[in-house]
C-alpha cells in the first residue's frame, strides 16, 4: 500500500510564511508527479502547485508569484513554501501523487488526508 503524510499547517497571521512537507512510502515503484491541492469550505478542491519528476511546476493564478513548490525525489517528498499568505488561502490542504506500484501496473492518484492552512487578518 502506499501512504501520503502531510505535516506543516498552522494558524498564521496574514503576511506570514508556512511550509508543508508530504512524504509518500509503501509499495512506490514510480512517481509521475506530487502536487498540493486545497478545499475551503463550502468550495470544491482546487488545484495549487504541481510539481513532475524532472521538475516541471505548475501553479495556480492565486499563487503564483507567493507559493514554491520543490520536491526531493530521493525522498519521495514534495514540499509547499507558502509567503504572503491571505485570509484567503485557508483551506484544508491535500498531498497528491500520481504514482504506480510495478513497472506494469497504471499510474493512479493518491491522497493524504489533508493539513489545515488557517490565516487569520
Known amino acids: 500500500q502506499v501512504q501520503l503524510v502531510e505535516s506543516g499547517g498552522g494558524l498564521v497571521q496574514a503576511g506570514g510564511s508556512l511550509r508543508l512537507s508530504c512524504a509518500a512510502s509503501g509499495s512506490i515503484f514510480d512517481i509521475s508527479s506530487m502536487g498540493w491541492y486545497r478545499q475551503a469550505p463550502g468550495k470544491q478542491r482546487e488545484m495549487v502547485a504541481t510539481?513532475?519528476?524532472?521538475?516541471?511546476?505548475n501553479y495556480a493564478d492565486s499563487v503564483n508569484g507567493r507559493f514554491t513548490i520543490s520536491r526531493d525525489n530521493a525522498k519521495n517528498t514534495v514540499y509547499l513554501q507558502m509567503n504572503s499568505l491571505k485570509p484567503e488561502d485557508t483551506a484544508v490542504y491535500y498531498c497528491?501523487?500520481?504514482?504506480?506500484?510495478?513497472?506494469?501496473?497504471?499510474?493512479?492518484?493518491?491522497w493524504g488526508l489533508g493539513t489545515q492552512v488557517t490565516v487569520s487578518s
Open positions: 497528491n501523487a500520481k504514482l504506480r506500484m510495478s513497472r506494469t501496473s497504471a499510474y493512479r492518484d493518491y
Open positions: 510539481i513532475t519528476t524532472p521538475g516541471s511546476t
